[in-house]
């Protein structure tokens, strides 16, 4: 029997047959299980988020702007209601090593001196704290189950290395889990070789979308692609339909990172 102890006002220890690490990007339960020692720099991303009312411009889309700042991540506008949007950048740890990235000067920097910026944020105010967090990327394979216990979601570092996504994964991620927990319940076999299933489905399903997302986010280092991309679908609806589909779509994620699609779209 497998288990957790809680330690708070009261000390509580719970025993189970199965132990499934579902708390998030500082996991206590992957780092008791040593599954993760510390996060890896190449393979974390750093983000800093702020709510914002009165900010001008569109409502009705989510904006990704790759800014030079902390390419390939972007900084991001999300409308949440018709007076709030979500504000925020990205970057990969590994990235601020050795140049001292205050990643929340970047934010109000971006917000107070870019040209694109700034007239948007004129009237705005800052109605949140802002807050900041680590991201474990997908980028590498983590240790995700051992003798009765599997992580899921950020725990198992699922996080979509180019579009800093997690919620799909981590869904996904606790749906296979709930198979393969069934199925151990019925074998009553909790064993670190019957729960290898889980890993097994767990990188059938989301693996080769990550290794696709790790190649795109390598790729949004060179600013010249990604100009060109943009530029492209400025100009033409398809070029932008194709974009947007990327985020969802493998197979249109693929494209992104072979070199005929930039030959197709240089001489489109
Ligand atoms: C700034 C920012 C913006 C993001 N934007 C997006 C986005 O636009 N789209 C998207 O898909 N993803 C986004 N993500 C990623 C997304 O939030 C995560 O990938 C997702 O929430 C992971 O779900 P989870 O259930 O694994 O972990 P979490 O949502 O972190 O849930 C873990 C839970 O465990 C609890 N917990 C942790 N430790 C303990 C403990 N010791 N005891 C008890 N409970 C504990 C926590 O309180 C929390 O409720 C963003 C992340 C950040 C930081």
Same mark, same amino acid.
């Given at each position: 029997m497998k288990g957790i102890e809680l330690k708070g006002k009261k000390e509580r220890e719970f025993r189970a047959k199965i132990l499934v690490g @579902? !708390? #998030? @990007?500082?996991s206590v339960i992957a780092r008791k299980t040593g599954c993760v020692t510390e996060p890896d720099p190449r393979h974390s991303c750093a983000a800093v988020r702020a709510y914002y009312t009165?900010? @001008? #411009? *569109? =409502?009705?889309r989510i904006e990704l702007h790759f800014i030079d700042e902390v390419l390939p991540g972007y900084f991001w506008i999300f409308p949440v209601? =018709? %007076?709030e949007h979500n504000v925020g950048l990205g970057m990969l740890v590994k990235d601020m090593q050795g140049k001292h990235v205050n990643l929340k000067e970047v934010m109000f920097n971006a917000i107070e001196k870019n040209a694109l910026f700034k007239p948007r944020f004129k009237?705005? =105010?800052?109605s949140s704290e802002v807050r900041g967090w680590n991201l474990p990327l997908g980028s590498r394979r983590q240790k995700v189950h051992g003798n009765g216990y599997l992580l899921v979601g950020d725990a198992a570092s699922l996080? !979509? *290395?180019? %579009? #800093?996504?997690?919620v799909g994964n981590a869904t996904t991620s606790a749906k296979i889990a709930s198979l393969v927990i069934e199925k151990a319940l019925k074998l009553n076999d909790f064993s670190e070789q019957m729960l290898s299933e889980y890993a097994d489905n767990l990188w059938a399903e989301l693996g080769s979308e990550l290794q696709t997302s790790y190649n795109l986010q390598r790729a949004g280092k060179w600013k010249f692609l990604l100009n060109l991309v943009i530029d492209k679908a400025a100009n033409r609806p398809e070029v932008r339909e194709f974009i947007g589909g990327t985020f969802t779509n493998e197979d249109a994620k693929k494209q992104l990172y072979s070199p005929l699609f930039y030959l197709k779209l240089l001489f489109a």
């Open positions: @579902a !708390d #998030g @990007a500082h009165g900010v @001008a #411009g *569109p =409502k009705d209601s =018709k %007076t009237n705005a =105010k800052l996080i !979509d *290395p180019f %579009t #800093g996504e997690g």
